[in-house]
């Protein structure tokens, strides 16, 4: 099993910024990829970004240029991504959940941005 804690949503205004953070341990392994989807309310759950072992990265196409998602390898069992979101937007709202491929969902983090 694979177990992931996330942390940083919050409440913030239009145009601000947070960082979300997903640890993982438990049976991890160097080369899984890990990543973030989002769900809003009434919304299907969508791809936001992911990183693989390597540090390759790729993003929706609505946060591109405002979303950067970075891996910290170092420690031997445990690997954090975080996420700097900048420019936040009012539709950047929703439950942020990280995913450690191929199925291991985080329990959710709440962002919500105010205009």
């Known amino acids: 099993q694979v177990q992931l804690v996330e942390s940083g949503g919050g409440l913030v205004q239009a145009g601000n910024s947070l960082r979300l953070s997903c640890a993982a341990s438990?049976?991890?392994?160097?080369?899984?990829?890990m990543g973030w989807f989002r769900q809003a309310p009434g919304k299907e759950r969508e791809f936001v970004a992911a990183?693989?072992?390597?540090?390759?990265?790729?993003?929706?196409d609505a946060v591109k240029g405002r979303f950067t998602v970075t891996r910290d390898n170092t420690k031997s069992t445990n690997y954090t991504i975080s996420m700097q979101m900048t420019d936040l937007k009012p539709e950047d709202t929703a439950v942020y959940y990280c995913?450690?491929?191929?199925?291991?969902w985080g329990q959710g983090t709440q962002v919500t941005v105010s205009s």
């Open positions: 990183i693989t072992s390597g540090g390759s990265t790729l993003y929706g």
């Open positions: 995913l450690y491929y191929p199925n291991y």
């Open positions: 438990g049976r991890t392994v160097s080369s899984a990829g």
